[in-house]
Structure formats: structure tokens, C-alpha cells
């Protein structure tokens, strides 16, 4: 199926677990986003990436680890998972600028979002 | 980054037209200003994105001052099912660059029957 996809939707898992978030496009987007949703709050930025092999902290990295071997394909990785990463976790791509003037090119295509809950 | 902030709720009726605010003031000359909307358990979804004096679509108006400090979004006639979360994020990729686009907080619009 065409578009960004995230897996699992749903996840509960204790504290000190590993957890790894999918998130799969098939557009072949240069850029691809994690952000985390806070219950009433917006979204933060937790790591992003210009493309396969280059990622880079957003506001949020602690804790948190990505990589990015294939362009289509961002995963986000929590070593050790604790309560306080309880959160709804988005990712989204966006294709490659052209430079001023590309209206459209940076425009963001979420997933569905994943829900985590951390015991 | 350029840092926007936005009212943080609305209320609105039925028919009604809808401007959303969003103030700017460091906005710098590559960024666009982009509108996203969001549903309760969805992700953001794009609405519409200006550079700047005025840009219409299907779904909205976005309208820009010349100088870009500040941007409206307009939508018209709202209806129940635009009651959601409105983000305005001010930010541009420019090739071989990082830039970080992040969200702020969001207006919060309640449409009522």
C-alpha cells in the first residue's frame, strides 16, 4: 500500500525494555520525522533525517535512538524505556527541497501515530 | 528557528468564518508558513502553506502581510468536523541544509452546533 505506514499502533511494554517503533514510506521521501504527542500537548521533535545515513537530534533525543540504512525505512529505537516516555509517537516524511520557491516540497505526511504506554 | 504562538483556543459556530492567528517575528526570508490540522488519534494533516500576500484552496485561505511577521488562516463557513487542533509552523528545507520544523502548541477550535 502506498503511503506511511507505523507498527505496532499499540504498545505496552515495562520500564528498562527495549522498544523499537516502525515507520515505513513508500514514497521515497529524503525526509523523515519522529515527533512525540504529549495527552494536551503538541508535538515535539525527537530525531529527523535528510536522508539514508544522516539523522540528527530534534528538541526531545534523550533516550532515544534512530538510524536510517534504507531510504524508506526510519526506525526509533527506546534502549530503556521509561513511564516518562508514555506518549503517542508520530512520524512523517516529506520530499526533498528544491530550494525557494518549491512550494509543496516541504510539506509533512504523517502516519497514524503510535501509542505507547510504559508500566 | 523562527518561534510562533498562536491563541491557544477558539470557539465558533456553525457557518461561521474562522481566523486563526499566528505571530512570527523572526520569521526569516527562506521560511514558508505552513497550516497543519489535527483530529483527536490522527496525525497532522496539511491544510495549506504561503510564502506570502494571499493563498486560497479547497479547504482555506491563508493570508500574509507584507511583512511576514504574522499570518491568518481563514476558514469558511466552518462546520462541526472542523473542530480540531491548528498548528502554524513557520521553517523551510533548503537543499543541503537542516532545517528543524517544529510544532508549537496549537489552537485548540471548537465548533458548536
Known amino acids: 500500500d502506498a503511503g506511511i505506514t507505523q507498527s505496532p499502533r499499540y504498545k505496552i511494554t515495562e520500564t528498562g525494555r527495549q522498544v523499537t517503533l516502525m515507520c515505513h514510506q513508500t514514497?521515497?521521501?529524503?525526509?523523515m520525522f519522529w515527533y512525540r504527542q504529549d495527552l494536551g500537548h503538541g508535538l515535539r521533535l525527537i530525531y529527523y533525517s535528510a536522508a539514508a545515513d544522516i539523522t540528527d537530534k530534534g528538541e526531545v533525543p534523550d533516550g532515544y535512538v534512530v538510524s536510517r540504512s534504507k531510504t524508506e525505512n526510519f526506525p526509533l529505537t527506546l534502549e530503556s524505556a521509561t513511564r516518562s516516555q508514555t506518549s503517542v509517537y508520530f512520524c512523517?516524511?516529506?520530499?526533498?527541497?528544491?530550494?525557494?520557491?518549491?512550494?509543496?516540497?516541504?510539506?509533512?505526511?504523517f502516519g497514524a501515530g503510535s501509542r505507547l504506554t510504559v508500566l | 528557528l523562527a518561534k510562533t504562538t498562536q491563541p491557544i483556543s477558539m470557539d465558533s459556530y456553525e457557518g461561521q468564518e474562522v481566523n486563526i492567528t499566528c505571530s512570527h517575528n523572526?520569521?526569516?526570508?527562506?521560511?514558508?508558513i505552513t497550516w497543519y490540522q489535527q483530529f483527536p488519534s490522527q496525525g497532522p494533516r496539511f491544510i495549506i502553506q504561503?510564502?506570502?500576500t494571499k493563498v486560497t484552496n479547497e479547504v482555506a485561505s491563508l493570508f500574509i502581510p507584507a511583512d511576514r511577521k504574522s499570518s491568518t488562516l481563514s476558514l469558511p463557513r466552518v462546520s462541526l468536523s472542523d473542530t480540531a487542533v491548528y498548528y502554524c509552523?513557520?521553517?523551510?528545507?533548503?537543499?543541503?541544509?537542516?532545517?528543524?520544523?517544529?510544532f508549537g502548541a496549537g489552537t485548540r477550535l471548537a465548533v458548536h452546533p
Open positions: 509552523l513557520v521553517g523551510a528545507f533548503i537543499s543541503g541544509g537542516y532545517n528543524k520544523l517544529i
Open positions: 504561503g510564502y506570502k
Open positions: 514514497w521515497s521521501h529524503s525526509y
Open positions: 512523517a516524511s516529506s520530499p526533498q527541497a528544491l530550494g525557494q520557491g518549491s512550494f509543496g516540497a516541504n510539506v509533512l505526511t
Open positions: 523572526n520569521i526569516a526570508t527562506n521560511d514558508y
